[in-house]
């Protein structure tokens, strides 16, 4: 608990919080401007999102991909990398599990473990692809990874058509029931909904990813190539082998995430005519949560009610659901802004001395 309240106080976090509020405060602007009652509006978000224990499931359901991609977008960012393709890795990952569920039939205990494996490795070397690029030929992984997403949305279609489709629908066929992550009892604790137990796998990779990086060899090495480079190559570092292997990371987070939606959610994979969103949401995610583990966790259950909730906004209060879309734009924006929020500290700290200097004028001499 005492981490926690650690992480809270720090000025980065403090940035994340108060660029939050103020993305709420300005949509409510926004709101009032169009004549909505922000009040009832953000009441019926939060009565959507925690009104039912169904509802609450959902809320979890809707985190859990959030987490896997924010991960893995915040891992790439602090190894100094732009990962823009854990879409594309969470794609892969999807396939790979689809391809375990649905070809091999084996007891639950070895299905579950080798799909999360293969979907994993699948996601990582879909990464691992922008990183050798980047390492050997320079190309910068931001083209590289946005390429690798449209290649990968094609790609998983093409193999689902071919090996795995269902007669006559326009997705794959269901994964065996060994190898999915959901279950009933599970569902019905939570009022019939999709929750499922990839929440867990996910709360165990922000843990890995914390230890990891902060608390291995590899992780400083890792740290080290992002902050310097130069500097680490002096220093008898590898930079090349690093770069690839925190692309390679970088995309079994968001590859297991993958997993997690075919094995948890759906338990099978479409023909998919876009995105599903989930790793472009990640990099917002990562972007709240300050490129750390707890702070993903935190930015996705922002972001996670924030979106689910939606819904609530409009039939509860009126309120366009475009309108959460631009709350979560204003956060965005005032977190990569955070130079104007680190001037309204400082000014609300400078008026906060001028105010205790009068009061005690003798403290001031």
Same mark, same amino acid.
């Given at each position: 608990?005492?981490?926690?309240?650690?992480?809270?106080?720090?000025?980065?976090?403090?940035?994340?919080?108060?660029?939050?509020?103020?993305?709420?405060?300005?949509?409510?602007?926004?709101?009032?401007?169009?004549?909505?009652?922000?009040?009832?509006?953000?009441?019926?978000?939060?009565?959507?999102?925690?009104?039912?224990?169904?509802?609450?499931?959902?809320?979890?359901?809707?985190?859990?991909?959030?987490?896997?991609?924010?991960?893995?977008?915040?891992?790439?960012?602090?190894?100094?990398?732009?990962?823009?393709?854990?879409?594309?890795?969470?794609?892969?990952?999807?396939?790979?599990?689809?391809?375990?569920?649905?070809?091999?039939?084996?007891?639950?205990?070895?299905?579950?473990?080798?799909?999360?494996?293969?979907?994993?490795?699948?996601?990582?070397? *879909?990464?691992?692809?922008?990183?050798?690029?980047?390492?050997?030929?320079?190309?910068?992984?931001?083209?590289?990874?946005?390429?690798?997403? *449209?290649?990968?949305?094609?790609?998983?279609?093409?193999?689902?058509?071919?090996?795995?489709?269902?007669?006559?629908?326009?997705?794959?066929?269901?994964?065996?029931?060994?190898?999915?992550?959901?279950?009933?009892?599970?569902?019905?604790?939570?009022?019939?909904?999709?929750?499922?137990?990839?929440?867990?796998?996910?709360?165990?990779?922000?843990?890995?990813?914390?230890?990891?990086?902060?608390?291995?060899?590899?992780?400083?090495?890792?740290?080290?190539?992002?902050?310097?480079?130069?500097?680490?190559?002096?220093?008898?570092?590898?930079?090349?082998?690093?770069?690839?292997?925190?692309?390679?990371?970088?995309?079994?987070?968001?590859?297991?995430?993958?997993?997690?939606?075919?094995?948890?959610?759906?338990?099978?994979?479409?023909?998919?005519?876009?995105?599903?969103?989930?790793?472009?949401?990640?990099?917002?995610?990562?972007?709240?949560?300050?490129?750390?583990?707890?702070?993903?966790?935190?930015?996705?259950?922002?972001?996670?009610?924030?979106?689910?909730?939606?819904?609530?906004?409009?039939?509860?209060?009126?309120?366009?659901?475009?309108?959460?879309?631009?709350?979560?734009?204003?956060?965005?924006?005032?977190?990569?802004?955070?130079?104007?929020?680190? *001037?309204?500290?400082?000014?609300?700290?400078?008026?906060?001395?001028?105010?205790?200097?009068?009061?005690?004028?003798?403290?001031?001499?």
């Amino acid at each position: 608990m005492s981490r926690v309240i650690k992480w809270l106080f720090k000025e980065s976090s403090l940035i994340s919080l108060i660029s939050i509020f103020l993305g709420l405060l300005f949509g409510a602007v926004i709101m009032l401007i169009g004549n909505y009652n922000p009040i009832q509006a953000y009441g019926a978000l939060f009565n959507k999102s925690f009104g039912d224990l169904n509802s609450i499931g959902e809320v979890i359901r809707q985190i859990t991909p959030l987490i896997f991609t924010g991960l893995s977008v915040a891992f790439a960012f602090r190894t100094g990398l732009f990962n823009i393709g854990a879409e594309g890795q969470f794609i892969m990952g999807a396939l790979a599990a689809s391809f375990v569920g649905i070809q091999l039939h084996l007891p639950w205990y070895l299905h579950i473990p080798l799909a999360i494996i293969a979907g994993g490795l699948l996601g990582g070397l *879909w990464g691992s692809i922008a990183g050798y690029l980047k390492a050997v030929r320079g190309v910068h992984e931001v083209i590289t990874t946005i390429m690798l997403n *449209w290649i990968a949305l094609y790609l998983s279609n093409f193999f689902v058509k071919t090996f795995l489709l269902e007669k006559g629908q326009m997705r794959s066929k269901f994964v065996d029931k060994s190898a999915w992550l959901s279950s009933q009892g599970l569902s019905e604790m939570f009022g019939n909904s999709r929750i499922h137990y990839g929440i867990v796998i996910a709360l165990t990779l922000a843990v890995l990813f914390y230890i990891l990086l902060w608390k291995t060899k590899q992780g400083f090495e890792l740290r080290a190539v992002g902050f310097n480079p130069e500097a680490s190559q002096y220093a008898g570092i590898s930079v090349n082998k690093n770069i690839i292997k925190a692309m390679f990371i970088s995309g079994i987070f968001a590859g297991v995430g993958g997993v997690c939606e075919v094995l948890g959610v759906f338990h099978y994979q479409s023909v998919n005519t876009a995105f599903p969103g989930y790793g472009m949401m990640g990099i917002a995610v990562a972007l709240i949560g300050r490129n750390t583990p707890l702070g993903a966790i935190l930015g996705a259950v922002l972001l996670g009610v924030l979106t689910f909730g939606a819904s609530g906004m409009k039939f509860g209060a009126g309120v366009p659901e475009e309108l959460v879309n631009i709350v979560i734009a204003l956060i965005i924006f005032f977190v990569a802004a955070s130079g104007i929020v680190k *001037w309204l500290l400082k000014l609300f700290a400078k008026r906060n001395k001028e105010v205790s200097n009068r009061a005690n004028p003798t403290i001031s001499k």
